[in-house]
């Protein structure tokens, strides 16, 4: 067993338009402050990395690395959240989702994907340049609107979508493969992964591709009141980063996992600060240390009702209390026994019948 690396932060949540929110050296300063010694980097955020050229540059991702150092972090993963939403997107979310793409390509759906997808290429080389092994991002959505089966599907329906949400990342995972690179993407609501189910049919379609895997976030399968410790179980050959996210999901006589329509504080399942909601991390940091996990613990913040620079605080010490070092030998090594001879078949009585 190995011991999980952290705590980092997912600085995707704390980037901002003012110091030292608005800047790759700020940020990875105030990181360190909070106590972290990683960080995850949003790739579409040109404040923190310039995705372009770090695909082409060395250089320019040593550079990187150097300054993350001086700051007393490393870089342990980049994001592609935003990007790989384009990949599939139902035309009911395209006028949303086509603010996560440049200017110059809002206007074509199809510019909007071709963008979208080359970004997730120039992720991947990226992240080798980085001497990252793994990556994260979202699957986007062809079938969401549909996720009630009424009116009821069209025979076929949920097939053919999931069959071109193949067709349309395999050539990426393809060239995440190329790079050394694993392809992990967040279980998440509004994306057609959402649990383990979508998961397996999208990992059947594309022939259990070797770099399709999973970014395990606990507070998205709460909110689908999912058993999130025997994901573990079901999927940990496939988990390959950690979200660090507490939630809470408490249905009541007006409103359960659909939310009402409501803003987050009204909502049945909302997202809490670290310790605050009803994950069990205990159980969950157990889990994953046994089944070997060999990522990183990133605390991505996101809650209701405490601010930001406490979470970040909190956050670091929480992950800090527990990441469980493995230890270097048995706990009962002291009793343990050589064995001489046939003592095993003694122990056994198998030897009685030759000793009469």
């Not at 949003?42 to 404040?47: C, G, K, M, Y």
């Not at 249905?251 to 359960?256: M, V």
Request: charged share 25%.
């Amino acid at each position: 067993m190995r011991t999980i690396k952290g705590p980092a932060v997912f600085l995707a949540q704390y980037a901002g338009n003012e110091a030292p929110f608005d800047s790759f050296s700020g940020l990875t300063h105030w990181a360190r402050g909070k106590g972290f010694v990683g960080v995850q980097l949003p790739s579409w955020d040109a404040r923190l990395i310039d995705l372009e050229i770090a695909a082409a540059s060395q250089d320019y991702c040593d550079e990187l690395k150097g300054r993350a150092a001086e700051a007393g972090v490393v870089i342990t993963e980049l994001a592609s959240h935003l990007q790989g939403q384009l990949i599939a997107s139902h035309p009911a979310f395209d006028i949303v989702t086509k603010s996560f793409a440049p200017a110059s390509v809002q206007g074509s759906v199809a510019g909007c994907r071709e963008w979208g997808t080359r970004q997730l290429y120039l992720a991947a080389r990226a992240s080798r340049r980085l001497g990252i092994d793994r990556h994260v991002t979202f699957s986007g959505s062809l079938l969401w609107p549909y996720l009630y089966p009424f009116p009821q599907w069209p025979t076929g329906l949920v097939d053919e979508a999931f069959d071109e949400l193949a067709r349309r990342w395999r050539p990426i995972l393809n060239a995440f493969d190329e790079q050394g690179v694993d392809l992990c993407y967040e279980i998440h609501p509004a994306e057609d992964l959402h649990d383990g189910l979508t998961f397996e049919m999208f990992l059947e379609r594309v022939e259990n591709h070797p770099r399709c895997m999973i970014m395990y976030d606990p507070s998205h399968l709460v909110l689908q009141s999912i058993d999130y410790l025997s994901y573990i179980d079901h999927y940990h050959d496939r988990i390959r980063m950690f979200h660090v996210k507490d939630a809470e999901f408490r249905p009541n006589g007006k409103t359960g996992a659909y939310g009402g329509f409501q803003p987050w504080v009204k909502r049945a399942g909302r997202f809490r600060s670290l310790g605050d909601g009803q994950v069990d991390f205990k159980a969950v940091f157990s889990k994953l240390t046994g089944y070997d996990f060999d990522g990183w613990a990133v605390l991505e913040w996101e809650c209701c009702f405490k601010n930001s620079e406490d979470g970040a605080r909190e956050g670091a010490q929480f992950i800090r209390d527990h990441i469980i070092h493995v230890s270097e030998r048995p706990f009962d090594e002291f009793v343990t026994s050589e064995t001489r001879g046939n003592e095993n078949s003694d122990i056994l009585g198998l030897n009685r019948g030759l000793n009469k």
